[in-house]
């Protein structure tokens, strides 16, 4: 089992910068790839970035340029730096984690004012 605690969520203004933090507990050993996903109100649940255990990354492309994803595999960590928000970045943004199958962290508001 894999527990996964997110933090580093808030309100910011446009333009501004903010980095989530992802530290998974349990049978850490097992996890391959990570990932932070968003879900806006009424919208779907979408693949904002992923890192594999390697460190290969994939992005979205509306946040390509804009958001870094990384980890710390000592620290069983995974973080995402987002800098030039957008007041379409505003979600509730979750952690990922796939070990034999996908745990989700309980998300973290991020709210972008414009």
């Known amino acids: 089992q894999v527990r996964l605690v997110e933090s580093g969520g808030g309100l910011v203004q446009a333009g501004g910068s903010l980095r989530l933090s992802c530290a998974a507990f349990?049978?850490?050993?097992?996890?391959?790839?990570m990932a932070w996903y968003r879900q806006a109100p009424g919208k779907q649940r979408e693949l904002v970035a992923m890192?594999?255990?390697?460190?290969?990354?994939n992005y979205a492309d509306s946040v390509k340029g804009r958001f870094t994803i990384s980890r710390d595999n000592a620290k069983s960590t995974v973080y995402l730096r987002m800098n030039s928000l957008k007041p379409d970045d505003t979600s509730v943004y979750y952690c990922?984690?796939?070990?034999?199958?996908?745990?989700w962290g309980q998300g973290t508001q991020v709210t972008v004012s414009s």
């Open positions: 990922n984690a796939y070990a034999s199958r996908d745990y």
């Open positions: 349990g049978t850490i050993w097992s996890i391959s790839d």
């Open positions: 890192i594999t255990t390697g460190g290969n990354t």
